[in-house]
């Protein structure tokens, strides 16, 4: 009896609100430019912060906690510094000390103990310093592990490797992806360079699989070309890509080439990719007057099914996805649940569920009988 009490119980708490995996993600819903997280459906859009225009939003392992970038003065959009909240936004506290720049693009290591993040500092007037820092959250001390101007910095599943892009190079090379040792060491080209000429490609995002064995990156194309009196980019087309790793091959996705990614991870493991875009029309100059508003879309890799998930007037990027078997439901003083346990205890008790549901429900004057 109490094990299908229990049973029922845990039935019910699975189709509560707080049931599906989430995304988190930087968006201007509603007209508040804050953090949001959803369910991987695109329901239950919920605000976590909006305080100091927050962005860059990135899952801890565990599901735990969130770590962000956030501006230290809200007219001074030349400081951002790191901070770390808990997963339902609150308890908000600053991780980087203040200098005279900013750090931005934090991305946890898998163990949830160190973050990676780039660092961009003004030196004296004539001198910036751009550099890639691993901050340890026990100690809070900060070290540089390379002096590269990257983008993206990401660690690999079993935290000896970063993968990341570099920063394209005006009127020459677009940035690459590139991958290096988890202490700022050996720093070389993951893809071989692209064929440049008139036509400029960059490739952005890095993300790992979850397994390790896969990387998956976009890549932009624009044609250079003499308009008026000046040299403009018009753009050819978006591109969605999966690296294999031990074949050194890439794969390309079937995702329409007008959608310019802004943000992008893996979803359901490595079966889907969620993605924010926006439609932008190929062989034109960007309208001035146009405002592009990417939301977020969700591909399906072995089908080819494309399915949007946010639809509103405002913006959706810089998001993050965890699924259901890491993110924690942890009341207070109660012990952590994970999601992928609870559904495998259910599907482990589903003959006696079924039993349960099967026998038929006799009432009398005093009690109710199963």
Known sequence: MRLLLTTC???L????????????FYSSYNDIRGIY????????????TDTLRPFFPRWSPDGKQIVFQRRVKLIDSQQFHLFLMDADGTNIRQLTPPLNGFDAHPSFSPDGKSIVFIRYEQIDKQNKENSVCVL??????????SDLGINDPSFSPDGKQIVFTTTPVVGGEGGNVWIMNADGRDARPLLPPAPQGNLG???????????????????DRDKLEVIGNGI?????????????????????????????????????????????????????????????????????IATGKLTRLTEHPGY????????????????????????????????????????????????????TSF
Not at 136 to 145: A, F, N, P
Not at 201 to 219: A, C, F, M, N, Q
Not at 345 to 367: C, G
């Open 9 to 11: 119980c845990l039935i």
């Open 13 to 24: 708490l699975l189709f509560s609100t707080i049931a599906n995996a989430k995304i988190i």
């Open 37 to 48: 997280i959803m369910d991987d459906d695109g329901s239950n859009i919920t605000l976590l």
């Open 136 to 145: 340890d959250l026990e100690s809070g001390q900060i070290k540089k592990i």
């Open 201 to 219: 490609v960059s490739r952005w995002i890095p993300k790992w699989s979850p397994d390790g064995k896969k990387i998956l990156y976009t890549e």
């Open 232 to 300: 403009h980019t018009l753009p050819q087309g978006y591109y969605y890509f999966i690296y294999d790793t031990r074949n050194k091959q890439s794969q390309q996705l079937n995702i329409p080439k007008t959608l310019r990614p802004q943000s992008i991870d893996w979803m359901d493991g490595d079966k889907s990719i969620v993605f924010s875009a926006y439609k932008r029309k190929l062989n034109e100059l960007r309208d001035p007057n146009t405002r592009y508003n990417p939301n977020i879309y969700k591909y399906h």
């Open 316 to 367: 959706d990027y810089q998001l993050d996805w965890i699924d259901d078997r890491v993110y924690a439901i942890s009341p207070a003083g109660k012990k952590p649940v994970q999601w992928g346990e609870l559904k495998k205890f259910l599907q482990s008790r589903s003959e006696a569920v079924k039993t349960f549901f099967a026998r038929p429900v006799m009432f009398s004057a005093d009690r």
